[in-house]
């Protein structure tokens, strides 16, 4: 409030012209006060007038006015000056190198407040209020402060541009409308401002609205963030756990085989050497029996041959040669065959439950595990597009691969047209090229969700994806898209219908195919959708199976003169 005062009182001892404290204040009859010499150097413009006004009343003197110096004023005006209210004139009242000058201030020029189009000039506040106050000026129009009031001003006519032409979107004056503009759609420009403030007002409320919409979107999807994350933070703690005490119960169950079959070797062993035993005592036993006998056999005296031949040791039992069952190199084999059984089934049901299984109802990255060399999805997809947009989300720009095409086939359109010909083109020799069957495959491999579309004409033609491993060369069942489990294909045919064909066995489609087939994977969910591409997407064929490895593109052909294109979509 202490400063509004200083305020008040700075300006009621300033000069109106030069807008500063009064130097050598005089007051004319008026009762206004000027400083002397700017009311002198006013007067002396007015000179030949014969008729002396004040520069803000504008009320008019005759003769000439004697100017008297006002002391009571000058004193006030010194007493500001000791108490430091002069220090109070702030620098922001003047005009900086980017502000708009009072076009009437002298010396140093004060910021304009308002600009006149009329006038052609901008007024500080002080030199405005001739505009506040009389009548005429009253009717002037005043806009914000500008350095291009000129901008208003036509250039052929040197007139205030106040219409509108609709026709060349463009401001104009009063002349120019009964001149080049003759006959234009035009309009004031205020009603053409009015008109367009409305519909910028509507816009303005458009995009807030949509502001709203996407701030509601953008928290809804930072929720979702966090709940992925902390979802994702869960299952990866609980499969760790899972996964920790799946690793111990095989440590354990590892541990126990390993005693198992340690002791039954120690048992087995034993049972080998006392068998050993036995048989090395037999053979000694057996071995000294021999020599008596073969020592008696030498006796040349007949009585003493025949006295001693009956008091020879019987022989003992002999061994049985059952009780040794020799099982040679195969004692545990059938442990080891059940492990890998146990292995087997273990991957098989984990790549059976993380393929089919539901972990998110909503799309997220593809996660891949390695078993034994074999890429498992884990992660589902979403549910599939229902309309061409929902499907173009997931457009893949794919490329047919010239080193797999047969040699009757031509390659254009940047390696994504092909056309049976009737004779064979110039391809160099490459082992990937299907030798026995009109059939090309993409350059790319497919994963995750593809979308793509093939525009196609003629007859028996092949749209198809397989995997890259399917034969190239031999016998029909082993290489033609369909016809075996490595593809899965959709025949088109203009004249005798349309089939879908997987491992040699066809279904009839049930409805016409357009010139423009639409083709959907989601590798993860094992999904495989062929759709009629027009005003609306109609589905021909849909296969629901498990994908075990990455799939690849693939066109193909029975007539000449057929052709099929891979569309490049935008």
Request: with cysteine.
């Amino acid at each position: 409030m202490e400063q509004k005062g200083v305020q008040l009182d700075r300006e009621s001892f300033s000069c109106s012209i030069c807008l500063d404290p009064l130097k050598d204040p005089v007051a004319i009859p008026c009762g206004h006060s000027y400083c002397m010499n700017c009311i002198k150097a006013h007067w002396d413009e007015e000179e030949g007038k014969k008729l002396y006004s004040c520069p803000q009343c504008r009320q008019t003197f005759a003769p000439r006015p004697v100017l008297l110096k006002n002391t009571m004023l000058a004193d006030l005006v010194e007493q500001l000056k000791k108490t430091g209210l002069q220090a109070a004139a702030a620098d922001h009242c003047y005009a900086g190198p980017e502000d708009v000058a009072c076009d009437v201030c002298t010396g140093r020029r004060r910021k304009a407040f308002k600009s006149c189009l009329v006038c052609r000039a901008s007024y500080c506040e002080k030199h405005l209020k001739p505009h506040r106050d009389v009548p005429p000026l009253k009717k002037h129009k005043l806009v914000e402060p500008s350095n291009k009031l000129q901008e208003n001003i036509c250039s052929r006519h040197d007139e205030v541009m106040k219409m509108f032409c609709r026709t060349d979107q463009q401001c104009i004056c009063y002349l120019c409308l009964m001149d080049e503009h003759k006959g234009h759609d035009t309009v004031s420009a205020a009603a053409e401002r009015t008109e367009r403030q409305r519909e910028l007002e509507g816009s303005r409320l458009n995009i807030q609205q949509r502001i709203q919409d996407r701030e509601k979107d953008v928290k809804l999807l930072h929720q979702e963030v966090e709940a992925i994350n902390l979802s994702a933070d869960k299952t990866v703690e609980d499969s760790e756990e899972t996964f920790t005490e799946l690793i111990r119960l095989l440590e354990k169950r590892s541990s126990d085989v390993k005693q198992q079959v340690r002791s039954q070797q120690r048992s087995e062993v034993s049972r080998v050497r006392e068998l050993q035993e036995k048989l090395e005592q037999e053979i000694t036993e057996l071995k000294r029996n021999d020599a008596e006998l073969q020592k008696l056999s030498h006796t040349e005296d007949l009585n003493q041959f025949l006295l001693s031949y009956p008091s020879l040791p019987p022989l003992t039992e002999s061994t049985h040669s059952s009780s040794i069952n020799a099982r040679p190199l195969r004692y545990f084999e059938d442990v080891t065959a059940a492990v890998s059984e146990v292995r087997d089934e273990l991957q098989d049901v984990l790549r059976e439950k993380w393929t089919n299984a539901s972990l998110m109802g909503t799309e997220v990255d593809r996660t891949n595990v390695s078993l034994t060399g074999t890429e498992v999805d884990v992660l589902p997809s979403g549910p599939e597009p229902t309309t061409r947009a929902g499907f173009l989300e997931y457009s893949r720009d794919i490329t047919l691969d010239p080193n797999t095409a047969h040699t009757y086939l031509l390659i254009s359109d940047g390696n994504r047209k092909t056309t049976l010909m009737d004779e064979q083109q110039s391809y160099s020799s490459h082992p990937d090229r299907f030798t026995d069957c009109d059939q090309v495959l993409s350059r790319e491999s497919l994963t995750g969700r593809c979308y793509w579309e093939v525009e196609w004409d003629g007859e028996g033609v092949f749209m198809a994806v397989g995997y890259k491993d399917i034969s190239r060369s031999g016998i029909y069942e082993d290489c033609v898209f369909g016809q075996n489990d490595k593809s899965w294909s959709l025949c088109c045919d203009q004249d005798d219908g349309s089939l879908f064909w997987y491992n040699n066995v066809e279904s009839p489609l049930s409805v016409p195919v357009s010139s423009r087939v639409g083709m959907y994977l989601d590798h993860t969910a094992g999904v495989l959708s062929f759709y009629s591409v027009s005003d609306t997407m109609t589905l021909l064929h849909r296969v629901q199976t498990t994908f075990t490895q990455p799939l690849y593109a693939g066109l193909g052909f029975c007539r000449y003169g057929s052709t099929a294109e891979l569309v490049k979509l935008n």
